[in-house]
């Protein structure tokens, strides 16, 4: 049985990432900072589905210099899987960003996962296995015009990950990130519904992703049919950017 943990598990993505985790055997720590009805109601629904399977609750805030640690103290034992789900976006004209907003969203985006990692990854170099996926974001490919801060940390976790597969190959790991488009999950409540309509004719699907979607990427990559894909950035967006 193999251990995982996905952090922001209480949101969509996340959500539908544990769902899809837990089918194929996986016990799993379920992250959450604000959402903590969300993901007990989560581990509830898991483990009377799958009662020889673990899931536990973890909180941590995330985008504090202390989350991490308080993250690593509560794993009470091995996580062999990581995939690093926190995020949130942020929309508005680059010179209004505050400072104290930057500081949440480089901590958040960059620090904490390369903490936290630096940590995991440890025994899974021991083992000569292991599996790390991030959920960032077509913007950090792309870039995103009012969405830049959001696009700066998403892309340097797109960079964090095809460096840091390269290091790790030798030992078995695999490190990659699905970067979605829009996904149909609350962060698009930020949009009006006009502007929400606007965006969908600008993919050529003409609709947002399901998060069900993007979780059974994320459950590819963590399959042994992926072993040999490591350091990439993949991109599921309906052919809205190629």
Known sequence: MKNALITGASGAIGQATARKLAEVGYSLYLHYNT???????????????????????????????????????????????????CGKSQVGLFQDVSETTVQEFVQLQLTSPFRLIQKLIQPMIRMKKGKIIFVSSIWGLTGASTEVLYSMVKGGQNTFVKALAKEVAPSGITVNAVAPGAVDTPMMDEFSREDAELVK??????????????????????????????????????????
């Open 201 to 242: 004719e600008e993919i050529p699907m003409g609709r947002f992703a399901r998060p069900e979607e993007i979780a059974s990427l994320i459950r590819f990559l963590m399959s042994q049919e992926a072993d040999y894909i490591s350091g990439q950035i993949i991109s599921a967006n309906g052919a809205w950017f190629c």
């Open 35 to 85: 959402g903590k009805k969300k993901a007990g109601d989560l581990s509830d629904e898991l483990s009377d589905l799958y009662p020889k399977q673990t899931f536990t609750c973890v909180q941590a805030d995330l985008a504090q210099k202390d989350g991490t640690e308080k993250l690593l103290g509560s794993l009470t034992g091995s996580v062999e899987e990581v995939v690093y789900n």
